[in-house]
């Protein structure tokens, strides 16, 4: 299968909040599934990132306006439950 291909096998909801469940949350609110969708739509090797924390730092949507996050975090625990996580 080309990587171009790959496509989710199953879905979950987040549960509680972790670094992962929250880099998920800011591709999710870009209108991307996670990072590896933004990778082959984007067609970029490398994510913007917070050096201190990791989490994402800049994306841009699929209509080219650009979303720019905090270092700290931004999902709330009342936004949890809407991060979906792909499993492939």
Same mark, same amino acid.
């Given at each position: 299968m080309a990587s171009s291909d790959v496509k989710p096998k199953?879905? /979950?909801?987040?549960?509680? *909040?972790? #670094?992962?469940?929250e880099n998920l949350y800011r591709f999710q609110q870009a209108g991307y599934r996670d990072?590896?969708?933004?990778?082959q739509v984007k067609?970029? /090797?490398?994510?913007?990132? *917070?050096? #201190?924390?990791?989490?994402?730092?800049?994306?841009?949507r699929?209509?080219?306006?650009?979303y720019y996050y905090?270092?700290?975090r931004e999902c709330d625990d009342k936004e949890v439950h809407k991060v979906k996580i792909y499993a492939y």
């Open positions: 199953s879905i /979950s909801r987040a549960k509680k *909040w972790s #670094e992962e469940i990072e590896i969708e933004y990778k067609q970029v /090797s490398m994510i913007d990132r *917070w050096p #201190e924390t990791g989490y994402v730092k800049k994306l841009q699929r209509d080219n306006t650009f905090d270092k700290q």
